[in-house]
Nanobody, 126 residues
Framework: QVQLVESGGGLVQAGGSLRLSCAAS????????VGWFRQVPGKEREFVAA?????????YYADSVKGRFTISRDNAANTVYLQMDSLKPEDAAVYYC??????????????????WGQGTQVTVSS
C-alpha cells in the first residue's frame, strides 16, 4: 500500500506563504487522485484541494482557498504539493494528504480517501 508523508508546515504570519509536500512511497502515485484536507480540534476534517489521477492540470479547490492555494504534482518525485499563499488565521489547522479510492466525483468526501499521512501543523499568526 502506498504510504504518504506530509511536510512543510510551520508558523507563518498572516499574508505569508507555505508549501506543503506529500511524498509517496510508490512510483504509481500518479495514478491516484490525491487530496489535501485540514482539521482543527473539535471540528470535522475539511476538504482543501485535490488533483485528479493521471493529471496535473485537473484540480479542485474548496471555495475558501480558491485563488490562494495551488495543488500540483511531480510524478518523477512521487510528490504532491500544496502551495499556500495569502494565508489567513482561519487557515491554521493540521493538514493531511490522502489518496482517493472512489470515483473522481468523490474528491470532496474524506470517506473515499485512504492511506492518510500523519499530518503537518500550519499555524498562522495575525
Amino acid at each position: 500500500q502506498v504510504q504518504l508523508v506530509e511536510s512543510g508546515g510551520g508558523l507563518v504570519q498572516a499574508g505569508g506563504s507555505l508549501r506543503l509536500s506529500c511524498a509517496a512511497s510508490e512510483r504509481t502515485y500518479g495514478r491516484y487522485t490525491v487530496g489535501w484536507f485540514r482539521q482543527v480540534p473539535g471540528k470535522e476534517r475539511e476538504f482543501v484541494a485535490a488533483v485528479k489521477r493521471d493529471s496535473n492540470s485537473v484540480t479542485y479547490y474548496a471555495d475558501s482557498v480558491k485563488g490562494r492555494f495551488t495543488i500540483s504534482r511531480d510524478n518523477a518525485a512521487n510528490t504532491v504539493y500544496l502551495q499556500m499563499d495569502s494565508l489567513k488565521p482561519e487557515d491554521a489547522a493540521v493538514y493531511y494528504c490522502a489518496v482517493n479510492s472512489g470515483p473522481v466525483s468523490t474528491y470532496r468526501n474524506d470517506f473515499y480517501y485512504r492511506n492518510w499521512g500523519q499530518g503537518t501543523q500550519v499555524t498562522v499568526s495575525s
